[in-house]
C-alpha cells in the first residue's frame, strides 16, 4: 500500500481539501497561501505539492470534490424520467447548503476573463451540458418530452431553478423573514421538479390554439 492510499495520508489529503475550501470561499485566491491553507489543516505545506502538484490543482481539486455528487448523478439515470428532476434538484439545494458561498464562487470564476480554475469549471460545465444533452434525448425517446425542444434551453431552465434561490438565498430569506431550511428546500425541489415536468408534459401537448 502506498503513501496516497493509506488511512493517515487519505486524512491528511481530506483536511488539505476542507481547509482549501473554507479559505478559497472566505477571501481571494491570490491573498490565501498554501502554508495558510497546510497550518490549518494540520500539515506540511509539502503534501499541498504531493497530493495536488500545486496550490491551483488543490483548488481545482477542491471544487471537483464539492460538485462529485452532482456530476456523478449526471452520469447516471435519475434524469432519464421526469421524477427524477426533484431528486436532482434536492441534491444539489442540499449539496449548496452545506457550501452556501460555493455557488457565488462558481459565478465569481466565470465572471473572470481569465485566472485560476476557470478552464477547469468550463470544463466541467462543458460535461454538464453534454450529459443534459443525452438526458433529454432519452426523455424524448421515453415520449416525456417533445421531439423539437431545444436543449440549451431546457438546460438553461433547470439551472436557473438550481442556482438562484442558492446564489439570492439571503437576500430572500430577509425579505420572507424566514430561513431556507432543509424543509423549505426540501419542498422548493418537489415544486421546482414538478414544474419541470409539467413544462416538458406541456411542450408535448400545447394548448388549443397555441401555436406549434
Do not use: W
Not at 509539502?46 to 452520469?75: A, W
Not at 464562487?105 to 476557470?118: S, V
Not at 438550481?162 to 430572500?172: E, G, Q, V
Amino acid at each position: 500500500m502506498n503513501a496516497a492510499t493509506t488511512p493517515h495520508s487519505d486524512t491528511v489529503r481530506s483536511r488539505l481539501l476542507e481547509a482549501a475550501k473554507i479559505s478559497f470561499l472566505a477571501d481571494d485566491y491570490h491573498n490565501v497561501s498554501t502554508r495558510r491553507i497546510a497550518e490549518q489543516a494540520g500539515a506540511n505545506v509539502s503534501m499541498i505539492h504531493y497530493y495536488f502538484g500545486s496550490k491551483e490543482g488543490l483548488y481545482e481539486e477542491m471544487i471537483r470534490e464539492t460538485l462529485h455528487p452532482l456530476l456523478e448523478v449526471l452520469d447516471g439515470r435519475l434524469l432519464s424520467s421526469v421524477e427524477g428532476f426533484a431528486e436532482y434538484l434536492r441534491l444539489y439545494y442540499q449539496t449548496m447548503q452545506r457550501t452556501p458561498e460555493f455557488p457565488k464562487l462558481i459565478l465569481k470564476i466565470l465572471a473572470l476573463n481569465r485566472g485560476p480554475g476557470r478552464r477547469f469549471v468550463r470544463q466541467l460545465l462543458a460535461r454538464g451540458r453534454a450529459r443534459g444533452a443525452e438526458r433529454l434525448e432519452d426523455l424524448k425517446n421515453a415520449g416525456q418530452a417533445a421531439p423539437d425542444l431545444d436543449p440549451d434551453v431546457v438546460r438553461m431552465a433547470f439551472v436557473s431553478l438550481a442556482m438562484t434561490p442558492m446564489l439570492l438565498k439571503s437576500i430572500f430569506e430577509e425579505q420572507m423573514e424566514r430561513a431556507m431550511d432543509a424543509e423549505f428546500l426540501d419542498q422548493l425541489a418537489s415544486f421546482n421538479g414538478r414544474l419541470m415536468a409539467a413544462g416538458l408534459s406541456a411542450m408535448l401537448h400545447p394548448a388549443s390554439g397555441a401555436e406549434p
